[in-house]
């Protein structure tokens, strides 16, 4: 599953928060709670897109 790096810019706090396909949802701060955030790209999100592409399947279930 990807894992996506977040960066706020109001308190410059970084956090990692797993994304599922299709959510939509909100990202805020878990420090400020501000919704002014700047998604980064991470190494490890690459580098597991390849291998759990196939496995990503039985999560899109959950709802
Ligand atoms: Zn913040």
Do not use: R
């Not at 994304?19 to 919704?35: N, Q, T």
């Not at 998604?39 to 196939?54: D, E, L, Q, R």
């Amino acid at each position: 599953m990807p894992i996506f790096e977040y960066q706020c810019s109001q308190c410059n706090e970084t956090f990692e928060k797993i994304v599922f396909s299709g959510d939509k949802e909100e990202i805020e701060c878990p420090k400020c709670k501000s919704a002014d955030v700047q998604k980064k790209m991470s190494a490890t999100s690459f580098m597991g897109s390849s291998i759990g592409t196939c496995a990503s399947g039985p999560s899109k279930g959950f709802s």
